[in-house]
């Protein structure tokens, strides 16, 4: 696996690139932004491992030119504690995952592995996957609240038939993990299981990505290729963040599961498809077929089997049960003790990354305090104060209601601060104080 580490700070970048040598890596090192991108659009690499803050082009612009221009290219950011929300936004720009500095070497490599065993093989096929474990789903997925119960059922549901399902929640909620959970529990379970992530495709890629193309079809296109549909033939199509086809191809898509056809790029031959599709959305898809952005026919029709995933704060009863599933599988086995402090710290806060910020936290903790999970060890951003949103108290209402419009405004505007101030109608004075009073600048 060829991987790029871009580190601002000399010692951190030579000794993690010595790391990852050692490793077994192919690894090389760029001392910014600026020599990154010059780099990527010269070499091909199966990874970044970038720094978020740089001063110049920083990680976030890396990952964006990443996604753009290489979308099969994995990205991880390094952060510190304090930008995890910042880290939280670039995964749902497409980074794989996030580790907070200082890091062990023990939790990035098993995380490098993760991400090599999810790669495509250098000819395009998928690694074969490993005999599907016939684990009972209280043990994937877990939780005994309501909310989860009612998650299990329809995944069983789902796994029983070869409907067309819609997956949606916050980040971290566990969309991919449903997806798999259900193509794992069904009769498909031998048959591949292929993934798109539709938000790393630029809208004139995604029709060949998905479909395929012929040779000469479009200008680059000098050899035919497999699109997803292609990979996933008699196994699971997961389109995750499905909104992001544009409408033109949502089109192509429709016919996919109503005639259960599709043409290449540039072919007009008809290949039927006997494919199970699985699409997943962060977003409310009825509001975006009503501005127009996504197809009515098609909402219906993804939404035949529909599981909506609570986000953590609305099922805070299951924590105690993820905390040891997470410990579980962080620790192997080897024990660990956790304080009363830090278990109250855990049950106190709002979890705006969901499950998967639960999992990493308690990764740090174990990790960096040799087996002994404190408070000081989670590193939890302390502005997080109210445990159920909505809740909490009037003052701690009014805060998270603010952090969260902050925190929109900065999406919809990419990152880009004076746009998010413009759309807030507040100066960008104001709305960097703001920033840095929630711990987002
Ligand atoms: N109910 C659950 N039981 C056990 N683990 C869970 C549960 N929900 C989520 N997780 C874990 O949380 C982490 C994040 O889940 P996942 O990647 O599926 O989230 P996601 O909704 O796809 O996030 P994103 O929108 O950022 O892609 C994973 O480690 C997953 O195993
Ligand atoms: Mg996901």
Known sequence: MRILVVDDEEIKRISLVDDLVEGGYDASAACDGEEALRRLSRERFDLVITDLRMPGIDGMEILKHVKLHTPDTEVVMMTAYGSIPLAVEAMKVGASNFITKPFHNEFLF???????????????????????????????????????????????????????????????????????????????????????????????????????????????????????????????????????????????????????????????????????????????????????????DLYYRLNVLRIDLPPLRNHIEDLPELIRHHLGKITQGQEYRMTDDAMQRLCHHSWPGNVRELAHTLERAYLTGNGMITTERMAIDPIEKSAKFGNGGFKETVQQTERDLLENALKQAHGNKSEAARILDMKLSSFRDKLAKHGLA
């Open 110 to 296: 098993p995380l490098l592995e993760r991400i090599r065993e999810h790669r495509p093989s250098p000819s395009g096929a998928v690694r074969p996957k490993k005999p599907a474990v016939t684990l009972p789903l209280e043990e994937v997925i877990v939780g005994h609240s309501t909310a989860i119960r009612d998650v299990r059922r329809m995944v069983d549901l789902c796994s029983r038939n070869d409907a067309t399902v819609l997956v949606t929640g916050e980040t971290g909620t566990g969309k991919d993990l449903i997806a798999h959970a259900i193509h794992d529990y069904s009769a498909r379970r031998t048959r591949p299981f292929i993934k798109v992530n539709c938000s790393t495709f630029s809208d004139h890629l995604i029709e060949s990505a998905l479909f395929g193309h012929t040779k000469g079809s479009f200008t680059g296109a000098d050899h035919q290729n497999n699109g997803k549909l292609d990979l996933a033939q008699h196994g699971t199509l997961f389109l995750d963040d499905v909104d992001d086809i544009p409408l033109v191809h949502q089109i192509k898509l429709l016919r996919v599961i109503e005639e259960k056809v599709y043409e290449r790029v540039g072919s007009p031959d008809p290949i039927e498809a006997d494919v199970r599709i699985i699409a997943a959305t962060k977003h409310n898809l009825l509001a975006e077929t009503e501005k127009g952005t996504f197809r009515s």
